[in-house]
């Protein structure tokens, strides 16, 4: 029986890449290279310091780890600085209604997300009474594909893994769902998120009916 659901933030609840992106870039040009949106991409659901690692591979440069971290915490100074002016009309289409209908259908909630940011967001665009717990990059040390963010969601929620559904945008979200012995609904196309119990273009096209339909299929 599904009693709970963990979603990804970034590309399901709200989309920050663009913010991301511009802070990125930000960095890579004062380095002296350019970083593109095809890069961009790559980094979905990639945590901050490997992001910051693959960035300097492609440019070609070179940092101790000291000036590594420097390098990841003045990009993530610029990116606060922008995500702190976000507003509730960035949430993407459907998502603030599905939540609202899995709380009124008696469902647990939780946010898995790479992102260390994730409260900041989900205050700013009103959602954060939302959910009943908060798994970010604060709280875990491995990133998607290893599955520790949403293992430790559902033990947040007190549910077992095989009754959580996870909400995901990326590949590697969804091997991590997998691994974990979740269900996963895929938010994006069905040629790419192929793992996926269930593709949906958007939360929009979510209801609690196509999510209680996913418990006769096993997660074994």
């Not at 289409?93 to 599905?98: D, T």
């Not at 069905?190 to 269930?198: K, N, V």
Request: aromatic share 6%; hydrophobic share 45%; proline share 4%.
């Amino acid at each position: 029986m599904i009693k709970a659901c963990i979603f990804d933030l970034d590309g399901v609840i709200v989309d920050t890449a663009l913010y991301h992106y511009q802070a990125w870039k930000r960095l890579a040009n004062e380095l002296g290279f350019d970083f593109t949106e095809h890069q961009n991409e790559q980094l979905k659901g990639v945590s901050r310091v490997r992001s910051l690692e693959l960035i300097l591979g492609w440019g070609g440069v070179t940092k101790t780890q000291t000036e590594q971290t420097e390098l990841a915490t003045r990009k993530n100074q610029w990116y606060v600085e922008m995500i702190n002016r976000m507003q509730p009309s960035e949430i993407l289409p459907g998502a603030k209604e599905f939540l609202q209908a899995a709380k009124a259908a008696g469902l647990k909630t939780a946010l898995g997300s790479a992102s260390k940011n994730s409260s900041t967001i989900l205050e700013r665009v009103g959602l954060l009474p939302f959910f009943d717990a908060i798994v970010d990059g604060n709280h875990v040390a491995a990133s998607k594909p290893d599955p520790e963010v949403f293992l430790k969601g559902a033990e947040a929620l007190g549910t077992d893994p095989s009754e959580c559904v996870v909400f995901e945008d990326a590949i590697a979200g969804i091997q991590a769902a997998k691994a974990g012995n979740m269900k996963v609904v895929g938010i994006g196309s069905p040629e790419i998120l192929t793992g996926a119990d269930l593709v949906v273009p958007g939360l929009h096209e979510m209801t609690i009916a196509r999510l209680q339909a996913l418990d006769s299929i096993s997660t074994k």
